[in-house]
Structures are given as structure tokens and as C-alpha cells.
């Protein structure tokens, strides 16, 4: 016996008499819901509602209506009604035209039966009615004991719905029905590309039938399916994994009978929205649907790939229990070294070589089933539950088992990202650390995702063995050592918990032994986001705080220096108001305050004796030069250590936010905001070059997140000339990160020294990044020297 599924559709079962809301209906359905004809944005000219017939007899609408009310119905609201006329076949469709806006390019087919109501795209309720006079019922109680109504769906933030609401839709997307009636809009609806189809069956655009097609006939040899916007139906395949959580849900399935075309995948994934595809792995099916390129933002302009798939999906079941495929399994020669081509602009319509390119390997397995053994974690698990592994190795492995990043033209190819399709009220998402392993076998399909690219959603996840790591302590600094550190807190405001306090104090105090002194980079003003342009811009309860958790977990009783920034102006978190700023511990070293430093005045150079000193302390580098725009400050204090001055120029740089993905469709990407830290570099050199001019003996220190890697143009104009030594570059190449981003180990955060590097012991402290429990995002890192006279 044949299980037939329909998404816009429909589903066979035992007709019954019309029913109140408060039973569900199984013969006449409202079918799909569309309020975005004509708008911004959209491709139909016009609304519509479609109509189905779950029965087995045609049912009647003669004397029955849709009706419409808006999401939020007030006491006045009153119900639309457009009358119908004529019948719905058994297991056929009905469509129901609505207002008509100025966009758009493609008319409904013929409608069934016409109105002018315009719905509201997001949201809204529709009702099916067997009666023409207007509904009065403005609650979802009322109208669930209304015996007039026959089917109602609530979508979006409707207040009138049964149980609870189908998802929102939009300008470009319906909301339809993916199974029978179960009284739970939620559970019944889903959003996807409009299908207006009408009583004959004529769809948009002409009623052009659809494209009979296997798989690898939609992947086709390019990123993008020749197939592309086309309704396709006699799509055959066994289903392989199933996502029944979320709202991107749905099912893949995979052909048992490939091409031999290494290019074409023989994986496709079948959309259903926020609604569970009723189908279990090793199911036949026969799939129709639209094919769709769904990008994570806007396909006219994303930089990302996109994932083929099928959305307005209808399926039948053909058998159950089959075999499934056997997954393409994952060695480490199997995906290749080489990341992609490289012409200089978008790839996707070059043909794919998955022999010889990473990214091209990914796509021509889309959708299919993979699966690594025994697999060396390179990025801990995140907020997000995901994880990072790499299927090589052997390809530039830390000491501690991550995947060390070395330059933009040598990508870690074998670094895959892992998700789980396992519910987790079945299974946790496994919490490790960089250098655990999933032992056993991983397994599932491939997917693209925009925060990581390629990505294993597992089926099949393996077990954990720990790798054995720990947080790192650093050894204190001898008395006639000066140590200095930076340190990024990630948006430490004075509403955050204290245990997060309590964990960053600990990192002061146990794993980097109570530095002398720390520069900060993202401490957020005292109400941090929580008061977005409220005027707030002071951060001592920040720092009060902090400071006191330091002495509570045993270190010194730390001073601070900063300049609160112009509210708005200095990036990071709407309303954080983030800045740089100074711990220092007045029992090590003295602050030398000159006053007259604020958010807009320039610390300058003053030479005096042959020896220089800052004209305010602290002060602000030249904040209101172009480069640091929506960016913090550098902020330059003076420092006197046993008689010895020392500057020290705390950083924070502009972020690489709206930089090209290294996984996207543009190769090679864009850096577009490497301008910026070019020129914020400048500008930094150019001040320390004033200090080095008026005593080229000057003990100056450069710290904080640079927000780029040591191979960068910044890097290279602060290092130019050998004045400032990049002390990462000190370590061995594979020590040299301190930060873990899509399972790459690499630099961003950086101390820089004006003297001799190898008078200095320099360590970067792992104790965050490659952690599932963090403190922050990144580790810290401390030098200790005795300053030159």
C-alpha cells in the first residue's frame, strides 16, 4: 500500500462530513496561503489562497467562502469575505485570487474563483467557510466554536489559529500545507516558494508541466542547477537522514542508481520548513517540487554558496526498510589539498573538479552521505552545538591538536564541520575540547552552511575520547621583570554574571600569575548592550567589579586607566560602547597620570632631556583620524617600572566583519577590511615612530587584538623596518595562534616590542580557545623583560 505525503497538497484518508474547527477536517483543506503578490521583491503579481481535497468525493463550495482577518484583530476588525463557486475535486486543487499589487512579473493561472482581499504577507488568518456572510469570531477560542467554519490557519503572530500558529511568510514565500488536518497549524504548515495551481492543475507562468528528472539531473556539473526554478517530479531515491528539529526541516535522499559523472551529486535535500517530513530512512520515495538555490541572505548579492534543494515538495512512499547507500568514506587523501579556483570572481558557474578542489569535492557530494573515523577535534564545541574536525591529520597540526592556520593561500582543507541530526533528548550534543576525538564512525549528509562551510549533519555520531588538554599556566615573573599582558574579555560589561568574572579573574590570577600589567580590549560600558543609546558610556562598575573578583580569587588589588569613548562611536556591540583600557598593579609598577587626555584629544610626543614622554597620560592616537571610524582607540600610557619609563599602546582594531567567506563563491575572497586596519597600522606606526625618534632607546610596547594575522598587510607595516618585533613570530610556526575560528588555530591578538626580541620571554597562554568552556573567545598573552635605561 502506497503512503502519499503533499506539501501544498494533499493527503488521502477517510472522507468525513464537514467539521467544526474543533475536529479536524478531512475532505476540504485550505491547501497554501500567499500575501506577498505584487510587493517589494516578489515574483507573483498577485495573492491567492489554494484550496485541497484530502477526500475521496468532490466537495461543493457553492454558498461557502474564504475569509480573511489580520493578525492582530482589534475590537472594530472586521472578517473579508470572498464567496466561492463550483466544486473541488477529490485530490485536486483550488485557487482562490486575492488583491493584486504593482511588482511582481508572473500572474496566477486562471483562478477558480476571484476577490480583492489584500492579505498582509507575514501574517494573518484565513478561514474556510461554508457560509458567504462575514465571520464575527475575533479570538481563537470564538472561532474554534463557530460550527461556520470548516478549516482556519493562523500564520505569522496570529492571534486567531488552531493551537498554534503556521511559521510567518514573506514578500517570497507561502505558507503550505504538509500534511493532513491535525488542528496545529505548526505542525500542519510550512513556509516555501509559492505553487498556485488551480482545478485543472495550470500553474504560474503559463502551466508549464513539470521536468521529469533524477538527481543528478537537478545537481547538474556547475554550483547551480541548470534545473534552477523549474517544478520537476519522478525524482526517485532512498531517504538517507532526516532533520525533524528546527525550522529548516526536511529529509535527504540519495539515488540507488548514480550516473558515473564524479561531478553530480546523487544527494538532494527535500525542503519541508518547520514541519517534520513523515518518511524514515530507507524509505523509496518519489519526489516532485520546485528546485530552489537557497542562500543563507539574498541571493542576488550573498558572497556565500548556496544549497540545491526542493522545496513545495510532494512525495510517495514506494516501499520502506531498503538498504541505505553506502557513504562515501573520508581518508585523509580523500578531499583534496587545493581549496578552489581562483579567477577572480564568482565560481559558480564554472564546472566543478572534485578532484582537485577542495570546495568543488563538497558540492558534487551535496546532499550525499559521508563519513570520517576516528576523527581529531580542531575547534571545540560551540554555543551553536557544532564542532570542528579535520579529516588529515597530518595537515599542520598544533601541539595541542588543532589545525594551525599559516597563510591565505595554504587553506586546511581537511577541516569539516560537524552538526548532529540526532535529537538531543536522545543524544547531547557531545562537549569537547581541540585534540579530543570522535571515535567510531561520524556519519551523515553534506550540507553548506554560511558559518562554516561544508558541513557533516550527522546521522551517526561517533563517541568521545578525550585528548587530554589543560588550561595552561604561565611562570611568575621574577622581581626584576616587568610583565606585560593583553588580555580580550569579549564584551565584559557590568551585567554580566559573575562567574564570568570569577572565570577571566582566575585567568589573571592562576594562568597568568598576576601580571604587572594587562591591557584590555572589549571592556563595555556599565550597562553594556542592555542600554543601547541610553547616554551611558562610563565602564568603572565594569572595572570595579573585575578588579574585585581579581582580589577575591587571590591576586592584587589592581588600578585602571581609560578614556570612556563617544557614545556610538567605537564599534562592537550596539550600546556596549566598547574601549581599550589598562589593569596595573600599583605595588609592581607606577602609572605616570598627565591630565587633559579624553575621547577626542591626540597623546602627542614630548622630548625632553633626550628622553620621551607622552603629553597626556593616558591618551587617545590621533582618535579622530578616518581610520578609526566605528573603531576603537588606541590608548598610550606611560609607565614607570623600577625607575624605567615603559609605553604601552593598548589595541583593539577594526573586525574582519565584511570580509568575503574563505568558503564562499567569490575566489579568492575579498578582505575588504583589511583598508581600515591598513591604515589604522599607519597610524599606529607613525606614533611609535615619534616615540622612537625622540629616544630610540624608549621601551615600547604594542598590545592588544589586531583582528589579523601575522602574516598581514597591517602586520608587515607595523613590523616594516625591523623598529617592532611581532613576538607570535618568535614561537615555532605551529605555537603561533591564539584564537580558534571554523577549526583554524590562528593569530589576532599580538604584543609587539620596540626592543631586542631575544632579550624577552614571551608565551601565549592557552586557556580559552580551544575550550568548549570559555571564559572568552581568546586566549591571553603575557612578555616579561627588564626594561632598558
Excluded at 472594530?76 to 469575505?81: E, G, L, M
Excluded at 505548526?186 to 502551466?207: L, R
Excluded at 584629544?601 to 578609526?628: I, M
Excluded at 575579498?670 to 625618534?693: C, H, I, P, W, Y
Aim: proline content about 7%; charged content about 20%; glycine content about 10%.
Amino acid at each position: 500500500m502506497l503512503a502519499v505525503v503533499a506539501v501544498a497538497g494533499l493527503v488521502v484518508c477517510a472522507p468525513a462530513a464537514p467539521a467544526a474547527l474543533a475536529a479536524p477536517s478531512a475532505d476540504a483543506l485550505i491547501g497554501e496561503v500567499y500575501g506577498g503578490g505584487g510587493n517589494s521583491g516578489a515574483t507573483l503579481t498577485s495573492d491567492f489562497i489554494e484550496l485541497t481535497n484530502a477526500g475521496t468525493a468532490a466537495v461543493s463550495l457553492d454558498g461557502w467562502s474564504v475569509q480573511y482577518l489580520p493578525a492582530a484583530p482589534s475590537a472594530s476588525s472586521k472578517w473579508q469575505v470572498t464567496p466561492l463557486t463550483g466544486s473541488v475535486a477529490a485530490g485536486a486543487r483550488y485557487l482562490v485570487a486575492e488583491s493584486t499589487g504593482s511588482g511582481g512579473t508572473v500572474a496566477l493561472p486562471t483562478p477558480d474563483a476571484s476577490g480583492g482581499i489584500a492579505m498582509a504577507a507575514g501574517a494573518g488568518t484565513v478561514a474556510l467557510v461554508h457560509a458567504t456572510t462575514a465571520l464575527t469570531c475575533l479570538t481563537a477560542a470564538d472561532c474554534a466554536a463557530d460550527v461556520a467554519v470548516h478549516d482556519l490557519v493562523g500564520y505569522g503572530a496570529a492571534t486567531v489559529r488552531e493551537t498554534n500558529p503556521a511559521p510567518a511568510a514573506s514578500n517570497t514565500t507561502s505558507i503550505a500545507r504538509t500534511s493532513g488536518d491535525t488542528d496545529d497549524n505548526a505542525a500542519d504548515f510550512a513556509t516555501g516558494t509559492p505553487t498556485p495551481t488551480n482545478g485543472k492543475g495550470e500553474t504560474a507562468g503559463g502551466g508549464i508541466p513539470p521536468v521529469a528528472a533524477k538527481i543528478h539531473d537537478i545537481q547538474g556539473t556547475t554550483r547551480i542547477s541548470p534545473l534552477k526554478g523549474q517544478k520537476v517530479a519522478g525524482v526517485t531515491g532512498v531517504v538517507t537522514a532526516i532533520r525533524a528539529f528546527g525550522s529548516s526541516r526536511g529529509f535527504w535522499f540519495t539515488d540507488t542508481h548514480p550516473d558515473s559523472d564524479p561531478r553530480t551529486s546523487e544527494g538532494l535535500f527535500v525542503f519541508t520548513g518547520s514541519s517534520t517530513p513523515a518518511v524514515a530512512a530507507g524509505d523509496a520515495v518519489t519526489v516532485s517540487g520546485t528546485v530552489s538555490e537557497y542562500y543563507p541572505d539574498s541571493p542576488t548579492d550573498s558572497t556565500y554558496q548556496s544549497t540545491t534543494e526542493l522545496t513545495g515538495p510532494q512525495w510517495t512512499i514506494e516501499s520502506s526498510g531498503n538498504a541505505l547507500p553506502a557513504p562515501t568514506v573520508l581518508t585523509p587523501t580523500t578531499v583534496p589539498d587545493a581549496l578552489a579556483p581562483q579567477p577572480g570572481g564568482n565560481i559558480e558557474s564554472l564546472p566543478l573538479e572534485p578532484a582537485k578542489y577542495s570546495l568543488d569535492f563538497w558540492e558534487a557530494h551535496e546532499g550525499e552521505i559521508v563519513s570520517v573515523s576516528n576523527a581529531r577535534v580542531v575547534g571545540p564545541t560551540t554555543a551553536y552545538d557544532e564542532l570542528y574536525v579535520t579529516t588529515k591529520p597530518k595537515q599542520n597540526p598544533t601541539p595541542r591538536g588543532g589545525t594551525i592556520y599559516t597563510g591565505y593561500d595554504q587553506s586546511n582543507t581537511g577541516v569539516l564541520k560537524v552538526e548532529s541530526l540526532v535529537p538531543f533528548a536522545e543524544r547531547p550534543f557531545p562537549v569537547v575540547n581541540t585534540g579530543d576525538t570522535l571515535t567510531g564512525v561520524t556519519a551523515g549528509p553534506v550540507e553548506y552552511d554560511s558559518f562554516g562551510g561544508y558541513t557533516l549533519e550527522a546521522s551517526v555520531l561517533g563517541g568521545v575520547r578525550s585528548g587530554g588538554i589543560t588550561k595552561e599556566v604561565t611562570r611568575k615573573q621574577r622581581p626584576d621583570e616587568l610583565a606585560v599582558a593583553t588580555y580580550n574579555v569579549e564584551n565584559l560589561s557590568a551585567v554580566d554574571t559573575e562567574d564570568k568574572f570569577d572565570q577571566l579573574a582566575r585567568g589573571i590570577v592562576d594562568n597568568l600569575s598576576s601580571p604587572d600589567i594587562v591591557t584590555l580590549e572589549e571592556i563595555q560600558d556599565n550597562n553594556g548592550a542592555d542600554g543601547n543609546g541610553d547616554g551611558v558610556v562610563a565602564a568603572d562598575q565594569t572595572l570595579q567589579k573585575f578588579t574585585d573578583a581579581i582580589v577575591a580569587a587571590g591576586g592584587p588589588r589592581y588600578q585602571w586607566r581609560e578614556i570612556d569613548p563617544q557614545e556610538g562611536t567605537d564599534g562592537g556591540e550596539p550600546g556596549g560602547n566598547i574601549r581599550v583600557g589598562f589593569l596595573f598593579n600599583p605595588n609592581r609598577v607606577s602609572f605616570v597620570d598627565r591630565p587633559g587626555g579624553d575621547e577626542t584629544t591626540a597623546v602627542s610626543v614630548v622630548k625632553d632631556h633626550n628622553k620621551a614622554h607622552l603629553s597626556v597620560s593616558p591618551g587617545r592616537v590621533d582618535p579622530t583620524n578616518e581610520a578609526w571610524q566605528d573603531s576603537r582607540k588606541p590608548l598610550a600610557g606611560e609607565f614607570v617600572f623600577r625607575g624605567r619609563t615603559v609605553f604601552v599602546i593598548a589595541n583593539h582594531f577594526n573586525s574582519k566583519g565584511g570580509d568575503q567567506p574563505t568558503h564562499g563563491r567569490y575566489q579568492p575572497p575579498t578582505r575588504s577590511s583589511e583598508v581600515q586596519r591598513g591604515k589604522q597600522a599607519q597610524v599606529l606606526r607613525g606614533f611609535v615612530d615619534q616615540l622612537l625618534a625622540a629616544d630610540r632607546k624608549a621601551n615600547v610596547i604594542v598590545a592588544g587584538d589586531l583582528n589579523d594575522y601575522q602574516f598581514s598587510p597591517a602586520l608587515r607595516t607595523l613590523t616594516a623596518g625591523g623598529k617592532l618585533t611581532d613576538l607570535i613570530n618568535t614561537l615555532p610556526a605551529r605555537e603561533r595562534y591564539s584564537y580558534v575560528y571554523e577549526g583554524n588555530s590562528q593569530v589576532l591578538d599580538h604584543i609587539l616590542t620596540a626592543q631586542d626580541p631575544r632579550g624577552m620571554d614571551y608565551d601565549v597562554v592557552h586557556i580559552n580557545a580551544e575550550f568548549a568552556t570559555q571564559a572568552s573567545d581568546h586566549d591571553p598573552q603575557i612578555v616579561r623583560f627588564r626594561p632598558r635605561g
